[in-house]
Every structure is written in structure tokens, then in C-alpha cells.
């Protein structure tokens, strides 16, 4: 399914790229057309090149001297993150006649699978590949309108734009607060600095955590599940962060979980039919998206953000953000850089700050966990930098629990992604995946929370560790599709063989991060072995890890597959003060007028350590609380009475 989705590519890009924006304007530099250039055979050159996955086909159509078109017929690049480099790429080097062209920031895969493309196709016209490695003139400098505007608290005399509410930040967060915003009747603009929204939303793993839903009751029956219950996944969710979580807003998240996946559910959201209990959670309570990613949300989220009437500018990073002055000023606008030079931009009713967290800036990152230094890769995509929250310490916010950043055990060990394979490690404690090390040993409880994990893993007897599970998990927990596995042989993210014996040997095959494993099979086996006995007796003596009847299976018939991970920094839990409402505190506790937060970029949600598939419901539903509270001052009726 994923495939013949992404099949239609070039048409889904170029939507994509006019309804957030528009094409770029680029006209050919001075340097592009009056250089010598060495004549190429004229002709449509077919090149198939690798981006973010293997197998990208480009077109490049060449005369004499000049690059016609390019066009990237199919690819299987990833939906969301991928679409606007899809589409800028080719302008870009048509119109500067040069493969030296910025790369899309957040796609470089991508971009760079279209540069070889295109240099390929020049090398077999029989051109000279250097010839068109010129870099493009820079534009001229724009003069500011308000130079002093980074220091100044002078509020602009005059504003550039105007809306009822501005959201900065078009992840899971900021496009549910701009639904939100506009279906209460505000004027809404969504701004966001990267060339596409979505972000980090994107590259999640896809994992809903909410007690029920419209599909619960089918899905609990069918998999003969005991219900959840809102006080049981609080309970969770508290004792997962030490207690050290506001319970106010836990509670938001936990009662406008069903709201939000319901919501999302009736405007396309496909899931798969399966119910998952990952490490920390006591009851069987998280969805997965249909290609197990979470652009399959954030696709849905457009399409809502978009009938909603919400105006987009992406490419637009906030510089400042504005307060009247004094103790009870309030928040009144941003200023941003966009192509066409600076702008102020005023918020009549609110400003709702959805920027994320930090994961990617290591100096801001190392400042509050001095370990989390640049050796240690993160699962973030590059936006991740935390600037927002910076700004809104600027205008007196407070901000709690800084040091709490968590690191996700199960990411790719050569490169630290969180990509689609990483996401079956996590899914899979309560079906009976199995946790071992370099050895062929078990190191952890696989029910365990996420930091537990992280630092067994990096206890362990060496680099990496390893989920293995065999052919009936793979068919019957709900959490691997056929495409996804295929998938992740064809990349060699997950190994696959007839014996226990042969898997060890298939993973001392490989190098990582040119690190050499020597696994024995004999003690996989063994391990493996002992650890279906624990599932039929249904204890665990080793760890303590809770088997649930009829529910775990065993590890006894091939295929048997194993999928290597290491923990890569992923999620930070500390940010902005705000209340349950989502209104911003200073840092005597006092709201700050006309300011709210929702997601990452906030503090207080989850404590030391969050557990898996909350992230998604809390940004979600605290973004739709925010969106609400800003244009029309009420509270959505799951949280009203509570």
C-alpha cells in the first residue's frame, strides 16, 4: 500500500508544494548561461540512484549545452519529509544550470539522490560533469526593517500581517492547534522554518497510546484483551516518569486521547488492526499507523488543517517574539525571516508556540546533560533545535525538568534514525520479542520503560543489541506488516533465517559502525529456548517481566529474524511551564498573556521519562487545547469536567 501511495509522487508533490507555498521564482544566474559549457549528445537520460531508500528514478533530459528538465519519475522516498525536495530540486538545478545548488534542508537524502542523478546523466551525454558545478549567485542581501529588532522591546509601529492566532511550529502539535484555532472561528496562520511542515512528526514511529476508541471494543475482542481504563493509563504514565509529571495535564492527555484519535480516525487515518502493550505501559492501549510511521497522521493533519481554511508559510523561521511591556504585558506577535526579506506578524488573540524540543542541538542539549555530547546520535531531524524556547525565556517564560532527556534504545546503530524497522522493537515486548546482546544473552526485561533500556543496552556486553522474534510473531501480533518486513530485508535492517544458528551467523555477517560481532548460535538458542519456557510457565525468574496468557508467544518455528538497535537521543521532556489550560507561566508562576505551548517544547507532561506512544496524544491533544483556548478562551468538553 505504501508503495502505490508513494507511486504518485510528482503529482502529491507539486500539490503539496503550491498548497504550502508555491514553486521557488529562481532565474538563471549571469554565471549559468554565459560560461563555457562542453557539448553533451541531446536526449532523455534515465538514472536510478539511492535517496532516503534505494531505488529513485530521474529523468534528465540534456541538450547540447543546458539541463532541460529533470523529473524523478518513481521513488519510494519517505511521504511528507521527502515532497518538497522532490519538487524544488529540479527547478533548482534547471534554473541555476548547476549541480552545486543548496540541497532542502531536512531532505538532504533526497536532494543528494537527484544531484547524482543528474550528474550521471551529464557524464553519459558525454559532457563534462565539472562544467556544471558552479555555484548559483547568492541573492542580495535584504535589509531588515527593524535592525534592532533581536534586542529591541519596541513593538513594531506597524505590522506587516495580521491573524487572529499565529502557531509556530507545523508538527503533530501546531497543525492540531491551527485545526483547532480555525474550526473556533479564528483567523489562523501556521509558520514553520523547515520547506515542509511536519518535522519530527514525521519520522515518528506512528504509536497512539489512547485507553479506548471508536475501535477498541473490536480489536479487544478479537485479540481477547482486557479493557483499558483513563485511570490505568494515568496511573502508567505517572509511575513511568517518577512521579515527577503535573497530573493536570497527564489528565489532558489521557482524556483527549480517544478525542483526538477518534477525530483523526474520521477524517482517513488508517491503523493496523492490533493493539500493542510496549515497555512501561500495564494496558494494551497503543495503535499503530498503517506504514507504522507518523507522516500517515501528519498527512491527515493537513488535509484537516487545510479544509479548515488555515494559511501556511513555510521556510519562515521566528526571530522574536513581542510582549507589551510590563509585568502583565502581553503577547502580541512574532517576527520572522522569510525569502522576500524580515516581518512582523501580529496575534490579535494568541500565539501558540509548537516548536519542539531540542534533540539535535548538542551545545543546548550537553548544557543541561553534559554525556549527551556529539558522539551520540539523535533520532531528530535537523529543525530540532530548541530556538523557540530560547525566545519564549526572553519574554520571562519559566522552564522545568531541562535535564530530563530520554534516549530511544531501539534506533538504527550505524546512523541513530528512527525509521520504520525501529519501531518493531518497541512495538513488541507483549507479543514476545526477545532483547539480546552481542553475545546471544538477555541484558533487560523487554516490558521495561524506555530509559531502563536504553541503559541496559549501554551496560551490556558490547555494541550493538538485538530484537529477535520468529515467523509467528512476525504473522499473528498485528505490528509487522508483509510490506515492512520485505522492506527491511531489502535494506538489511532485518535479518532473516531458517535456524537460530544461522540468524547468529547472519548477524556476525555485518559490521557496525565498522564494529564486529561474534555471536555464538549455540547460545541464542539456548537463550531463546529458555526464554519460551518462561512464556508457557509465565514467569520470567531472569527479569520479571509480565507474561500475559494467551497473549505472548514463543520463539519456536522459522523463518527467525533479528533487527539491530542502539539507543540514539530521542525525546526531551523539559521545556515551558504552562498550565492546564496551555497558557505559558513566568517564572513566578503567573500566566503570560496571549502565550501558549503545546508538545515537545513544553515541560511538565512526563516526567524523568516518557513512555513510548504518549508523545503523539500529548502533542495532539494539547495543541487542540491551545488552538481552542486562543480563539475562543473555552475548553474542549474531554477536559471541561475533569
Request: glycine share 10%.
Amino acid at each position: 500500500m505504501k508503495r502505490a501511495l508513494k507511486s504518485m509522487s510528482l503529482l502529491l508533490a507539486a500539490a503539496l508544494a503550491l498548497a504550502l507555498g508555491g514553486c521557488e521564482n529562481i532565474k538563471p544566474t549571469a554565471k549559468a548561461q554565459d560560461r563555457a559549457v562542453a557539448s553533451m549528445k541531446p536526449g532523455v537520460y534515465s538514472q536510478t540512484v539511492n535517496g532516503m531508500h534505494e531505488g529513485m528514478v530521474v529523468e534528465v533530459t540534456l541538450s547540447e549545452k543546458r539541463i532541460e528538465k529533470v523529473l524523478v519519475k518513481t521513488q519510494n522516498e519517505t511521504a511528507g519529509v521527502s515532497d518538497t525536495a522532490l519538487v524544488k530540486m529540479p527547478e533548482r538545478i534547471v534554473a541555476a544550470q548547476s549541480i552545486e545548488v543548496d540541497v532542502v534542508a531536512g531532505s538532504s537524502r533526497t536532494s543528494t539522490g537527484i544531484l547524482e542523478a543528474v550528474a550521471a546523466a551529464i557524464a553519459a551525454a558525454g559532457g563534462k560533469v565539472e562544467d556544471f558545478k558552479v555555484a548559483p549567485e547568492a541573492p542580495k542581501a535584504v535589509i531588515a526593517k527593524e535592525e534592532s529588532a533581536a534586542v529591541s522591546s519596541d513593538l513594531p509601529a506597524k505590522w506587516d500581517l495580521s491573524y487572529d492566532v499565529v502557531v509556530v511550529g507545523g508538527g503533530f502539535a501546531g497543525l492540531s492547534a491551527s485545526h483547532s484555532a480555525a474550526t473556533h472561528g479564528a483567523k489562523v496562520l501556521l509558520v514553520e522554518k523547515m520547506p515542509f511542515v511536519g518535522g519530527n512528526s514525521q519520522i515518528n514511529g506512528g504509536v497512539y497510546a489512547s485507553y479506548t476508541s471508536k475501535l477498541a471494543a473490536e480489536y479487544q475482542k478479537k485479540f481477547n484483551l482486557v479493557p483499558d481504563s483513563a485511570e490505568k493509563h494515568i496511573a502508567d504514565t505517572l509511575k513511568g516518569g517518577d512521579y515527577m509529571g503535573d497530573p493536570k495535564l497527564v489528565k489532558n492527555m489521557v482524556y483527549g486521547a480517544p478525542f483526538y484519535l477518534d477525530l483523526l480516525l474520521d477524517n482517513g487515518l488508517k491503523v493496523r488492526e492490533s493493539l500493542t502493550r510496549p515497555g512501561g505501559h500495564y494496558g494494551y492501549r497503543t495503535y499503530t499507523t498503517v506504514n507504522g510511521v507518523g507522516s500517515d497522521i501528519v498527512q491527515v493533519q493537513k488535509k484537516m488543517v487545510k479544509e479548515a481554511g488555515v494559511k501556511v508559510m513555510t521556510e519562515t523561521k521566528m526571530t522574536k517574539i513581542y510582549r507589551e511591556a510590563g509585568a502583565a504585558g502581553k503577547v502580541v506577535g512574532i517576527r520572522v525571516d522569510t525569502a522576500e526579506g524580515p516581518k512582523t506578524i501580529k496575534a490579535a488573540k494568541g500565539l501558540v508556540l509548537a516548536t519542539g524540543g531540542f534533540s539535535a542541538n548538542v551545545e543546548m542539549r550537553q548544557k543541561h546533560v553534559p554525556a549527551l555530547d556529539a558522539t551520540l546520535p539523535t533520532t531528530n531531524h535537523v529543525g530540532a533545535t530548541g530556538e523557540g524556547l530560547v525566545m519564549a525565556q526572553e519574554v520571562g517564560a519559566n522552564t522545568t525538568q531541562m535535564s530530563y532527556i530520554q534516549l530511544y534504545p531501539f534506533a538504527n546503530p550505524n546512523d541513530g534514525v528512527l525509521d520504520a524497522f525501529a519501531v518493531i522493537p518497541f512495538s513488541g515486548p507483549s507479543a514476545g520479542i526477545v532483547y539480546v546482546d552481542v553475545n546471544g544473552r538477555r541484558y533487560v526485561n523487554e516490558g521495561e520503560r524506555r530509559d531502563v533500556c536504553s541503559k541496559a543496552a549501554q551496560d551490556s556486553a558490547g555494541f550493538p543489541t538485538f530484537s529477535v522474534f520468529g515467523e509467528e510473531i512476525y504473522r499473528k501480533g498485528g505490528f509487522i506488516t508483509e510490506e515492512q518486513l520485505a522492506a527491511g530485508i531489502k535494506a538489511d535492517r532485518i535479518f532473516k533465517a531458517d535456524s537460530l544458528e544461522a540468524l547468529a551467523a547472519e548477524i556476525n555477517k555485518r559490521a557496525y559502525k565498522g564494529k564486529s560481532v561474534a555471536m555464538s548460535g549455540a547460545a541464542l538458542a539456548e537463550t531463546i529456548a529458555k526464554h519460551n519456557g518462561y512464556v508457557q510457565n509465565l514467569k520470567d525468574p531472569d527479569f520479571g517481566k509480565r507474561i500475559d496468557k494467551g497473549v505472548m508467544m514463543t520463539i519456536e518455528k522459522g523463518p527467525y529474524y533479528a533487527i539491530p538497535q542502539w539507543p540514539s537521543v530521542h525525546h526531551t521532556m523539559g521545556g515551558v511551564t504552562i498550565t492546564p489550560k496551555t497558557e505559558v507561566q513566568d517564572v513566578w508562576g503567573k500566566v503570560i498573556p496571549g502565550l501558549y505551548a503545546a508538545g515537545e517544547v513544553t515541560g511538565g507532561v512526563h516526567g524523568t521519562n516518557r513512555l513510548g506512544s504518549n508523545a503523539i496524544p500529548d502533542a495532539c491533544v494539547h495543541g487542540y487545547i491551545a488552538g481552542q483556548v486562543a480563539a475562543a478562551g473555552t475548553l474542549p468538553s474531554f477536559i471541561a469536567d475533569k
